[in-house]
T-cell receptor, first 115, second 115 residues
Framework: AQSVTQLGSHVSVSEGALVLLRCNYS??????LFWYVQYPNQGLQLLLKYTTGATLVKGINGFEAEFKKSETSFHLTKPSAHMSDAAEYFC?????????????FGAGTRLAVHP | DAMVIQNPRYQVTQFGKPVTLSCSQT?????MYWYQQKSSQAPKLLFHYYDKDFNNEADTPDNFQSRRPNTSFCFLDIRSPGLGDAAMYLC??????????????FGPGTRLTVT
């Protein structure tokens, strides 16, 4: 079965600093990986996804993630944090199940950005 | 814009009083999901519809039911809400696996309070 581990339930950075949110996965099949962002009292918004092809994936709001099979990782980065990036971030992997795709989420990382 | 809509955004109900949450979509996706998300936790899948086929997660309490009268609408019924059912309820949609598209699209959520 697929699983996701997010290292660090809380990450705090200064505005303008590098953002690094860590995600490791376990998958018995070639993984399809996602990062979602959730702002307070909102639903989840897709930041980026990896399915096949290029291992460096660019998403919205300046975020990117690199799929590293040898490390079973899919870490999320952004070169320069903005105050508006403060949110909860979820890494997820697909678990194929019949005709649909079940999302297996990590526990989430809350990102705080301070001036 | 194509989207997933949830109504109401905030719902207050009394202990034991049935409540219905609604979700509609303009994406024409054939899979619809209901998640429960408690504070500082990842979303937990309750069930999903693959077209008209209902699929319950093994650990979803019987107190939670769902209806999908047509492709666009899906309802979550909580027959006798307890204090432990207070949470954010998220609706999501996706294409099926045959479409080769794997991401889920989330609505803004309904925050349920039980008094």
């Amino acid at each position: 079965a697929q699983s996701v581990t997010q290292l660090g339930s809380h990450v705090s950075v200064s505005e303008g600093a590098l953002v690094l949110l860590r995600c490791n996965y376990s998958s018995s099949v070639p993984p399809y990986l996602f990062w979602y962002v959730q702002y307070p009292n909102q639903g989840l918004q897709l930041l980026l996804k990896y399915t096949t092809g290029a291992t460096l994936v660019k998403g919205i709001n300046g975020f990117e993630a690199e799929f590293k099979k040898s490390e079973t990782s899919f870490h999320l980065t952004k070169p320069s944090a903005h105050m508006s990036d403060a949110a909860e971030y979820f890494c997820a992997v697909i678990q194929p199940s019949g005709g649909y795709n079940k999302l297996i989420f990590g526990a989430g990382t809350r990102l705080a950005v301070h001036p | 814009d194509a989207m997933v809509i949830q109504n109401p955004r905030y719902q207050v109900t009394q202990f034991g009083k049935p409540v219905t949450l609604s979700c509609s979509q303009t994406l024409n996706h054939n899979v619809m999901y209901w998640y429960q998300q408690k504070s500082s936790q990842a979303p937990k899948l309750l069930f999903h519809y693959y077209d008209k086929d209902f699929n319950n997660e093994a650990d979803t309490p019987d107190n939670f039911q769902s209806r999908r009268p047509n492709t666009s609408f899906c309802f979550l019924d909580i027959r006798s809400p307890g204090l432990g059912d207070a949470a954010m309820y998220l609706c999501a949609t996706s294409r099926d696996r045959a479409a080769g598209l794997y991401e889920q699209y989330f609505g803004p959520g309904t925050r349920l309070t039980v008094t």
